[in-house]
């Protein structure tokens, strides 16, 4: 792979629900895949409201060395079992090349009864390349943020229709830092 697709894997998204992730190229086992018990040993440690919600904390690590999965934590809501929050790292000794680490979380909101919604997530990763015996590295950190959600209130056909997954509109770069806070 090119250093600017390592950069562009940043922009992906993660969804902790799908069976199987892929990052740069590899598929890892989602801590809360069909097949998950499989892969992880799983403890509860703590439970709380979280936002007026029970939830149980869950901590996660593979059962084994060299399986592409994730260690962390969740915390899982009581009623709907939906995921509260998630956090991991790539498992210790899951090799991919020129990734050092590689850290997401994710933080999901109930926005209706019973739907829940990612609002926030973030990712950072450690990425270094050697070339003719010289060391490079970076830093890449990702975070975005979600709100106002609409459900089922649909838009004409045109507006799902994009030649690219990210649109920014003109003014974008025209606007205050006082702006983005809100």
Request: net charge negative; proline share 2%; glycine share 2%.
């Amino acid at each position: 792979l090119q250093f600017d697709q390592y950069l562009g894997e940043m922009y992906m998204d993660i969804n902790v629900y799908d069976n199987n992730i892929t990052i740069i190229n590899r598929s890892f086992i989602s801590p809360i895949s069909n097949i998950a018990r499989n892969y992880y040993q799983f403890l509860i440690t703590d439970s709380s409201y979280i936002d007026n919600q029970w939830c149980y904390k869950m901590s996660f690590r593979p059962k084994r060395t060299g399986d592409l999965t994730f260690e962390g934590e969740m915390w899982v809501h009581d009623t709907t079992y939906a995921i509260k929050s998630i956090k991991g790292t790539i498992a210790a000794d899951a090799n991919i090349n020129y990734i050092q680490d590689f850290y997401f979380e994710q933080n999901f909101d109930m926005v209706e009864k019973e739907v829940w919604m990612l609002t926030d997530e973030t990712m950072f990763a450690n990425i270094n390349v050697t070339q003719k015996s010289a060391l490079y590295g970076v830093f890449v950190r990702k975070y975005s943020s979600r709100k106002k959600f609409i459900i089922n209130k649909p838009h004409p056909d045109k507006f799902y229709i994009s030649n690219s997954t990210v649109e920014m509109a003109d003014s974008a770069k025209l606007r205050d830092e006082a702006y983005w806070i809100a």
